[in-house]
């Protein structure tokens, strides 16, 4: 894709797809054959048994994986992204995120900015930490955060490029009622703009949800 053509703050056409989509992780299996598409404007949940493989699904959809059997095709204003460009395209958010404890909240995310190229790092650093209720805690380090705030931090970091593609894993861990009425706004507010989809078995999070995909493996990786 040419980066110039699009720029991931405007773009608001975008589509997931797969077709037969399966992954495993040696004998145990991590998803079973799974088929659907997703056009946006659109909040879609994945739920499924622990170990049916929503976190997989997201890090094949992310980039972050190779499918080891199907497709899992994103589409962005009518172009095909390949999974080495969706980094530019696709905001993600999961439970293993880590940052580094020793910086500040703001420095992580000016480090995260700096990093992907984008034009005015301090904005969008503070406009992320708005959108999600930190920017009191901005000069705080990262050491000192509850594990409700980190999880805040985390969705920051996947707003940070303002993509048209978000995928949240467990987006609700951690967060007191605040937090979620906050988790609930955004992700209406990136629904507006583009393409979300949820991994979780919480019923909060997936009520939130317009369609639904359910992984039916037995789940906890179970052999072939």
Known sequence: MNAALVSPATVTAAALETRELAHRYGRRVAIEPVSFRL???VIAAVTGPNGSGKTTLLKIAAGLLRAGRGTCALAVAGRDVPPS???RWVGYAGPALSFYEELSVSE???FVAETRGLE???RAVGEALERVGLAARAADRVAALSSGMVQRLRLAFALLHRPPVLLL???GSHLDDEGRAMLARV????RRAGLVLIATNDEREWRLAEQ???LRG???GHPA
Do not use: M, S, Y
Not at 187 to 190: P, Q
């Open 120 to 122: 005015a790092p301090a």
């Open 187 to 190: 992700i209406g507010e990136e």
């Open 108 to 110: 992580n995310l000016t």
């Open 212 to 214: 639904r995909i359910e």
């Open 39 to 41: 056009d946006a404007p």
């Open 85 to 87: 460009e969706r980094r």
């Open 169 to 171: 894993d467990e987006p």
């Open 218 to 220: 037995r789940g906890l």
